[in-house]
């Protein structure tokens, strides 16, 4: 219905300006020669409206959606300050000593270039306009999603571009303890997009699959996701993208990149580490338990055998290493926490020792 309003405008505003320049400049014309200009200025009104208005408002329209209140507010204040400007420009022009047409084109020549550069500063400026104005993360996601929890302050989270692809950031949020609303940045999706592209074969797989899991994550009812168009064409790297991203929306950062995970620490952003909450929810083994393993390997050490929990925890099994290939209960002697996860040491046990030597 709106893009028809807008249509009908063009068409009124291209015979309207037809007829005024028919009229006063060109009144020795014939009137079917008169009559033709302005039909002409209509159609050229119409197929502008229907084809130029109807390629750019939805574009425009879409925008206007993703755009925050403080953009908007920001976008308008440019608008009259530039109107502002673009005034006192023409008030010390001399601008009725010129003709009424050029006069006319030299004031809109000014009002739009004016009026297009102020937008534009402050449009650059809208972060240091939202800090002075004391406007802070509260309204930058796209419909301004509240959680009335923790003083009705939002809980944002970034996904970044390996917590997507890696796929478990959709099961975590199935099983509900993951509140709050998921954001995934523009930049985010463009680099998802760029590698679905790749000629690779591996990065292609990689990148459909974390498009498809984006896709299923939205058809979610219980799930809260986004996506938000906001970008900093100044930067290059896409990391630094969503840690100022972060800062500015006082989000936490959800990845499984360990990078990322010391930059967003350096900036003093919050990060969910899927790899850390994968490594604190494995079963917890206490020195004494009984294990039923699947020997695999050698160890690096003499006699050692190397087997695996389903949650592909590593178990370093002492003297194991005649058991390859084989199934045997183990005793866990110690246990140790690494960077790198939750390894096990055991030995196997006694009484499988000395049914294995009977044997």
């Not at 320049?21 to 229907?50: D, E, N, Q």
Request: proline share 4%.
């Amino acid at each position: 219905m709106f893009f028809k309003l807008l249509t009908f405008f063009a068409v009124f505003f291209g015979g309207i300006l037809s007829s005024w320049l028919v009229f006063t400049y060109l009144p020795f014309l014939g009137i079917i020669v008169k009559l033709g200009i302005v039909l002409a200025g209509i159609i050229g009104g119409y197929f502008s409206g229907r084809f130029i208005l109807g390629n750019c408002w939805p574009r425009w329209e879409q925008q206007f959606h993703n755009a925050s209140i403080p953009e908007l507010l920001t976008g308008a204040a440019g608008i009259l300050f530039g109107l502002l400007v673009s005034g006192l420009v023409l008030f010390s022009l001399p601008m009725g000593k010129l003709p009424e047409l050029p006069g006319t084109l030299l004031t809109l020549m000014v009002v739009l270039t004016t009026t297009g550069m102020v937008v534009k500063i402050f449009w650059a400026k809208r972060e240091e306009i939202y800090s002075f104005f004391g406007l802070r993360g509260e309204c930058f996601e796209p419909a301004c999603i509240k959680e009335n929890r923790g003083g009705n302050r939002p809980a944002y989270k970034l996904l970044d571009t390996s917590a997507v692809i890696d796929g478990r950031i959709a099961d975590i949020c199935r099983t509900g303890f993951l509140e709050g609303n998921l954001i995934v940045p523009g930049f985010v999706l463009a680099e998802l997009q760029k590698i679905a592209d790749s000629s690779d074969s591996l990065k292609r797989n990689r990148g459909r699959r974390g498009l498809d899991i984006l896709n299923k994550m939205q058809k979610e009812p219980n799930i809260s996701i986004r996506i938000y168009d906001k970008d900093f064409e100044e930067l290059a790297d896409v990391d630094i993208k969503i840690v100022r991203l972060a800062k500015l929306m006082e989000a936490r950062v959800i990845t499984n990149d360990f990078n990322l995970n010391k930059v967003a620490e350096l900036y003093g952003v919050p990060v969910l580490n899927i790899n850390e909450l994968a490594n604190a929810i494995k079963p917890v083994a206490l020195p004494g338990e009984e294990i039923l393993v699947h020997v695999i390997k050698d160890g690096k050490e003499h006699g050692q055998g190397i087997a695996y929990l389903e949650d592909g925890t590593m178990i370093v099994v002492d003297g194991g290493r005649r058991y390859i290939g084989e199934e045997i209960h183990v005793t866990v002697t110690s246990v140790l926490q690494t960077a790198a996860g939750r390894m096990i040491f055991a030995k196997p046990k006694e009484e499988f020792i000395a049914k294995t030597a009977l044997s």
